[in-house]
């Protein structure tokens, strides 16, 4: 039998536990949150509240070779570890490249990861598609969608994928026009024809829907040149998936370089910490918080063994003000501070 004291004390902890379940947890974090690179992050949430990041491949230098899309996991974003390649071996649809910038989306019970296969300099990139029961993987191939010459589009790279109003779409581009297409119920082809959505000074595209507005994150400047790079993130909205999307003086992003987001350490007299920002996704947490996650560069350490850029992960707070997105400063964040908050 317990005594009064124990019962106090078994009463005590039960009360701890059950705070401690509805309480959210929040990690402090400081930039970068992955190394030594993750470039072009895309990231999902599985039904078990674990979230998942996909990246470019490339070879960290570690004796393991390239990594054919690596993914990682992490429990609030800021605490990340690597659980293996989308693709055991490299998909045979096109005879060389890498695999870049993936995407990835959860649609109809399962998981579909569009992804880039380009050289640099080629004339005839591609996008592909796998899916999977599950986030980790393993993937399996369906091909390719489409070649930069079979849909009429130079560079057609950087895919993402979209739905609106339940209609499935794919937005890609890289340098050559963003646009859009219709996809098929299983997300597995193209169907209609492509539509323009903003101009040949972009890249990696990504579509937030809030507040009756679509977003329309764009990269723009140079991604690779190691400390020189000029990578940066813009944003235009519209009222329609198909546009017109305008910056925030109303210009259209077919022509105007959209409002800018998030933009390399450029202040005078003072050492960069991060440079050439850019590729991004975002994350919203419990709190309603939106994340922005993107890879950038340390320009005291750019190169990766091989020669590559080195492109770590960082997240920062997306602030919204007056309808339209920012991060704190316009930069990269340096500083320890708190981070996403999930209930767990």
């Given at each position: 039998?317990?005594?009064?004291?124990?019962?106090?004390?078994?009463?005590?902890?039960?009360?701890?536990l059950?705070?401690?379940?509805?309480?959210?947890?929040?990690?402090?974090?400081?930039?970068?949150?992955?190394?030594?690179?993750?470039?072009?992050?895309?990231?999902?949430?599985?039904?078990?509240?674990?979230?998942?990041?996909?990246?470019?491949?490339?070879?960290?230098?570690?004796?393991?070779?390239?990594?054919?899309?690596?993914?990682?996991?992490?429990?609030?974003?800021?605490?990340?570890?690597?659980?293996?390649?989308?693709?055991?071996?490299?998909?045979?649809?096109k005879?060389?490249?890498?695999?870049?910038?993936?995407?990835?989306?959860?649609?109809?019970?399962?998981?579909?990861?569009?992804?880039?296969y380009?050289?640099?300099?080629?004339?005839?990139?591609?996008?592909?598609?796998?899916?999977?029961?599950?986030?980790?993987?393993?993937?399996?191939?369906?091909?390719?969608?489409?070649?930069?010459?079979?849909?009429?589009?130079?560079?057609?790279?950087?895919?993402?994928?979209?739905?609106?109003?339940?209609?499935?779409?794919?937005?890609?581009?890289?340098?050559?026009?963003?646009?859009?297409?219709?996809?098929?119920?299983?997300?597995?082809?193209?169907?209609?024809?492509?539509?323009?959505?903003?101009?040949?000074?972009?890249?990696?595209?990504y579509?937030?829907?809030?507040?009756?507005?679509?977003?329309?994150?764009?990269?723009?400047?140079?991604?690779?040149?190691?400390e020189?790079?000029?990578?940066?993130?813009?944003?235009?909205?519209?009222?329609?998936?198909?546009?017109?999307?305008?910056?925030?003086?109303?210009?259209?992003?077919?022509?105007s370089?959209?409002?800018?987001?998030?933009?390399g350490?450029?202040?005078?007299?003072?050492?960069?910490?991060?440079?050439?920002?850019?590729?991004?996704?975002?994350?919203?947490?419990?709190?309603?918080?939106?994340?922005?996650?993107?890879?950038?560069?340390?320009?005291?350490?750019?190169?990766?063994?091989?020669?590559?850029?080195?492109?770590?992960?960082?997240?920062?707070?997306?602030?919204?003000?007056?309808?339209?997105?920012?991060?704190?400063?316009?930069?990269?964040?340096?500083?320890?501070?708190?981070?996403?908050?999930?209930?767990?």
């Amino acid at each position: 039998m317990f005594g009064k004291s124990a019962w106090w004390g078994v009463f005590a902890v039960g009360i701890l536990l059950v705070a401690a379940a509805l309480h959210p947890t929040r990690s402090e974090y400081e930039n970068p949150v992955f190394e030594p690179v993750f470039a072009d992050p895309s990231v999902i949430r599985a039904e078990d509240g674990t979230f998942y990041a996909y990246g470019t491949e490339d070879d960290w230098g570690d004796g393991a070779g390239p990594r054919l899309i690596p993914i990682l996991r992490s429990d609030n974003l800021t605490e990340w570890e690597y659980v293996g390649d989308a693709f055991r071996r490299k998909p045979e649809w096109k005879s060389e490249g890498g695999l870049w910038a993936p995407h990835i989306a959860r649609h109809r019970d399962r998981y579909l990861l569009y992804y880039s296969y380009s050289v640099w300099g080629d004339s005839n990139p591609g996008i592909g598609v796998a899916t999977a029961d599950h986030p980790a993987g393993p993937f399996t191939d369906h091909g390719k969608l489409f070649t930069s010459e079979e849909i009429g589009v130079s560079n057609s790279i950087d895919p993402m994928f979209f739905v609106d109003d339940g209609t499935p779409y794919l937005i890609w581009g890289s340098f050559g026009g963003i646009y859009g297409i219709r996809l098929s119920d299983d997300g597995l082809r193209t169907v209609g024809e492509k539509f323009q959505i903003a101009g040949d000074a972009f890249e990696a595209p990504y579509l937030v829907k809030r507040g009756g507005y679509y977003y329309l994150f764009v990269s723009l400047g140079s991604c690779c040149e190691g400390e020189h790079s000029t990578y940066r993130v813009a944003v235009g909205r519209a009222r329609s998936l198909r546009g017109p999307y305008l910056d925030r003086e109303g210009k259209d992003l077919l022509a105007s370089e959209g409002t800018l987001v998030l933009a390399g350490d450029e202040e005078e007299g003072k050492e960069k910490r991060f440079v050439g920002p850019g590729h991004n996704a975002v994350v919203t947490d419990d709190r309603g918080t939106d994340w922005i996650i993107y890879h950038a560069i340390d320009p005291t350490d750019p190169r990766l063994p091989g020669g590559a850029t080195r492109r770590p992960l960082l997240i920062d707070p997306l602030k919204w003000e007056g309808g339209w997105p920012s991060v704190e400063q316009g930069i990269p964040g340096t500083d320890r501070k708190p981070g996403p908050v999930f209930e767990r």
